[in-house]
């Protein structure tokens, strides 16, 4: 295990701005874009204020601030953050992102899991926070390393707890997070006391019959949202390379294609800058970017289209589980159809806004939430 610092090399950031003041969008369509992808106003005013306003230096220092470690298990570099509370009672709990995420996401709640009792929460639990990037991610990423399926992640997640020396801990994540959480959670139950969740990921399969009025409610929404929405998981998960060529030889198809899922994905009544922070997303666009690792983030898409479900009903997950529901979140499965997955629901909390990125979105919530859970448990 070696010490990390993000150090980008100067020229990759001015070749950055020279590729995005020599690039071009087309306005076309207009009147006809909603719901259609991202609009040419918005792509217009990211781009704009990637190029003439954003600081990746400013960033990057941000990440700095935290100790980071990069650490080979089996054949994979897995880049972690690796931050302890000051307080003697802190509980350790690994934060896992998912696509089109990173690191960046959990910068807002680290102070306010760590120390508490600085940030005006009086009475939360502290936590150490181990944050893994997805060994397809950011610096997890390397040209020559073999990608990796949900499975393997979660083994190598599992391996890396083993390694710092913990034994009992506790797990929180999103998007491909909450497989993952969910996969170690089943593959280690002994080692996790319990896996805290802001996306439940249920089976999408659609000829069921509703036993109640939340699912067939929820079996309405998720036909909807599987007809218009999953076209990315279409690509991703068949033609991943001819995607990834493209969105690497392009920031503007990079920054196109990742801020459509954040307008599409957030409670944001048109305004998504009012509920998240430009500046850390396109930190997180500027990581896919200069790291090159778009391609390989498809991966676990690639995997999954050509295997079963990794959570299955017949083999339920029984380590205690907590659920955040944000009503914008991509799809919601009621608790009548969850608790056939997950045998020790202990914490079920259903938000009045928030959407797909809690950590971005509603960081104090999901911590609230979070302490709830894991205080539930100790």
């Known amino acids: 295990m070696k010490e990390f610092k993000s150090n980008t090399s100067p020229e990759v950031i001015t070749n950055l701005k020279n590729i995005l003041f020599h690039s071009r969008i087309i306005d076309w369509g207009k009147g006809y874009n909603d719901n259609a992808g991202i609009s040419y106003e918005n792509l217009s005013y990211i781009l704009n204020y990637w190029k003439n306003k954003f600081s990746w230096e400013n960033e990057e220092k941000k990440l700095n601030q935290y100790d980071q470690f990069k650490i080979k298990i089996d054949d994979i570099d897995i880049?972690?953050?690796?931050?302890?509370?000051?307080?003697?009672?802190?509980?350790?709990?690994?934060?896992?992102?998912?696509?089109?995420?990173?690191?960046?996401?959990?910068?807002?709640?680290?102070?306010?899991?760590?120390?508490?009792?600085?940030?005006?929460?009086?009475?939360?639990?502290?936590?150490?926070?181990?944050?893994?990037?997805?060994?397809?991610?950011?610096?997890?990423?390397?040209?020559?390393?073999?990608?990796?399926?949900?499975?393997?992640?979660?083994?190598?997640?599992?391996?890396?707890?083993?390694?710092?020396?913990?034994?009992?801990?506790?797990?929180?994540?999103?998007?491909?997070?909450?497989?993952?959480?969910?996969?170690?959670?089943?593959?280690?139950?002994?080692?996790?006391?319990?896996?805290?969740?802001?996306?439940?990921?249920?089976?999408?399969?659609?000829?069921?019959?509703?036993?109640?009025?939340?699912?067939?409610?929820?079996?309405?929404?998720?036909?909807?949202?599987?007809?218009?929405?999953?076209?990315?998981?279409?690509?991703?998960?068949?033609?991943?390379?001819?995607?990834?060529?493209?969105?690497?030889?392009?920031?503007?198809?990079?920054?196109?294609?990742?801020?459509?899922?954040?307008?599409?994905?957030?409670?944001?009544?048109?305004?998504?800058?009012?509920?998240?922070?430009?500046?850390?997303?396109?930190?997180?666009?500027?990581?896919?970017?200069?790291?090159?690792?778009i391609g390989a983030s498809f991966w676990p898409y690639y995997i999954r289209h050509r295997s079963d479900w990794p959570i299955d009903k017949n083999n339920p997950i029984l380590v205690p589980m907590g659920y955040s529901e944000f009503p914008k979140e991509i799809f919601s499965p009621p608790i009548s159809l969850a608790n056939q997955f997950y045998k020790d629901i202990k914490f079920w909390n259903s938000h009045n806004s928030g959407g797909h990125f809690a950590a971005l979105e509603k960081p104090k919530e999901l911590v609230l939430d979070i302490n709830k859970f894991v205080k539930s448990l100790l």
Not at 189 to 215: D, Q, T
């Open 79 to 293: 880049h972690f953050l690796h931050i302890k509370s000051s307080q003697k009672d802190a509980v350790p709990l690994m934060l896992i992102h998912g696509w089109p995420g990173s690191i960046f996401e959990f910068l807002d709640l680290i102070p306010l899991l760590t120390n508490p009792e600085k940030n005006n929460l009086n009475g939360y639990q502290a936590f150490d926070l181990i944050i893994p990037s997805l060994p397809n991610v950011g610096y997890s990423f390397s040209l020559d390393q073999r990608p990796l399926d949900l499975n393997e992640i979660s083994l190598h997640f599992i391996k890396l707890m083993s390694i710092l020396g913990y034994q009992k801990y506790f797990i929180q994540g999103g998007d491909l997070g909450s497989f993952i959480a969910s996969i170690m959670a089943e593959k280690n139950p002994g080692n996790i006391n319990g896996i805290h969740l802001n996306l439940l990921p249920l089976p999408r399969g659609l000829n069921k019959n509703p036993s109640n009025v939340e699912e067939d409610i929820y079996y309405k929404k998720l036909k909807k949202f599987v007809y218009y929405e999953t076209g990315y998981q279409q690509i991703q998960g068949t033609k991943p390379f001819t995607l990834g060529h493209a969105l690497n030889s392009s920031p503007v198809a990079l920054c196109s294609y990742i801020s459509e899922k954040f307008y599409s994905w957030t409670d944001n009544d048109g305004d998504l800058f009012a509920k998240i922070n430009i500046d850390t997303m396109l930190a997180n666009i500027t990581l896919y970017w200069i790291t090159g690792c």
